[in-house]
């Protein structure tokens, strides 16, 4: 048998325990808030930006995901009321996002199943 590698089984152990703890949050956060995971991360990131808005750019940037996975999720929070685009006045070639009043609600919600979530598999 071959000698394993700490630092391997470390990084194998750490995509294991993120993978089970996004299922769950994922899991969670759909059947309790009809959210996904990343749709939430979205809402997330702009609740706690000044202003509750970001630069699409940043929020790519930012998140865990692809520019398209980004530009679905914010499609599907707009869709839903939970977030607007806006033109940024400074440089028209920028949009913001922005969490609306309803957003910022289902956000608040959304947030103690997410800490629930990760209090379980975290702590």
Do not use: N
Not at 36 to 64: F, N, P, Q, W
Not at 72 to 83: F, I, S, T
């Amino acid at each position: 048998m071959k000698t394993k590698d700490p630092l391997i089984e470390s990084w194998r152990e750490l995509l294991s325990r993120y993978s089970r703890v996004a299922h769950e949050l994922d899991r969670a956060l759909q059947a309790r808030h009809d959210l996904t995971m990343s749709e939430y991360e979205v809402l997330d990131r702009l609740v706690d930006a000044e202003g509750c808005k970001s630069r699409i750019h940043d929020l790519v940037v930012d998140l865990h995901l692809s520019q398209s996975a980004s530009s679905r999720a914010v499609a599907r929070l707009e869709k839903c009321g939970l977030v607007q685009r806006a033109m940024c006045e400074s440089d028209r070639r920028g949009v913001f996002v922005i969490a609306t009043d309803k957003g910022r609600a289902l956000h608040e919600q959304a947030r103690a199943t997410q800490l629930a979530v990760l209090g379980e598999h975290l702590v």
